[in-house]
């Protein structure tokens, strides 16, 4: 009898537990279908071709893997940009690719790796989720500008883009603080 009373006990507890770990289970399955759909996503969108720095290799420039997505160097010295006639050429790019002049002045491609102070390690899911609909800095703020480009990526669903930042926490937060744009009237 008192076995039993013990054995019902020990039930009453462990059932509650063990849907308590289903449900956590079944959360993390979900969480990591998330970072790898994003990780899909982030590859086959290439991000990278604009936000991860490059190495100058025998073939060109190469990523370079150990600062993956971290942006513009902020160590990068680079020259002014040319300044193009009234042909049809209206921009270019630095070398990288981190780093375009155009009509709307000089932008320099976004650190995207979790760090705290220089990425995006303190935006919500939401401000992530806004720059990309929006089209504005963190969701609110000023335009975010060429080439990024968000009105394409704004046609993604709710999922997708929030399956993008769910890889973007899981790679390594690199410190690169990415220099403001410079506006069109002080770019030449
Ligand atoms: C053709 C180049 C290019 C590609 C490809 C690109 N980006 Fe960008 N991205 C930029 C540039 C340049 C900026 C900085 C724009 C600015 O300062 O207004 C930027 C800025 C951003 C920002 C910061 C927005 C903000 O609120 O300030 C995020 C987030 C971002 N990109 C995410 C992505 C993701 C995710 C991908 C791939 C799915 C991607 N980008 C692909 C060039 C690119």
């Given at each position: 009898m008192k076995w039993a009373r013990v054995r019902w006990q020990a039930l009453a507890v462990a059932l509650p537990a063990a849907a308590f770990g289903v449900a956590s289970v079944t959360t993390s399955v979900k969480a990591s279908r998330r970072v790898s759909r994003g990780e899909y996503l982030v590859s086959a969108m290439g991000c990278?071709?604009?936000h991860t720095p490059k190495t100058m290799g025998p073939d060109g420039p190469r990523a370079d893997a150990s600062r993956f997505?971290?942006?513009?160097?902020?160590d990068a010295e680079l020259e002014p940009p040319p300044v193009l006639g009234p042909g049809p050429w209206v921009a270019v790019s630095a070398w990288d690719t981190t780093a375009w002049s155009g009509p709307w002045g000089i932008s320099y491609s976004a650190?995207?790796?979790?760090?705290e102070n220089t990425g995006?390690?303190?935006?919500?899911e939401e401000t992530f989720v806004g720059a990309l609909r929006t089209g504005r800095h963190m969701g609110v703020a000023r335009r975010i500008l060429p080439p990024m480009p968000w009105g394409a990526f704004r046609n993604l669903t709710d999922d997708d883009l929030r399956s993008i930042y769910a890889y973007l926490w899981t790679i390594p937060p690199i410190r690169n603080r990415v220099p403001e744009p410079v506006p069109p009237r002080t770019a030449r």
């Open positions: 990278g071709s604009c997505l971290a942006g513009h160097p902020e650190n995207l790796t979790p760090d995006i390690g303190s935006w919500s």
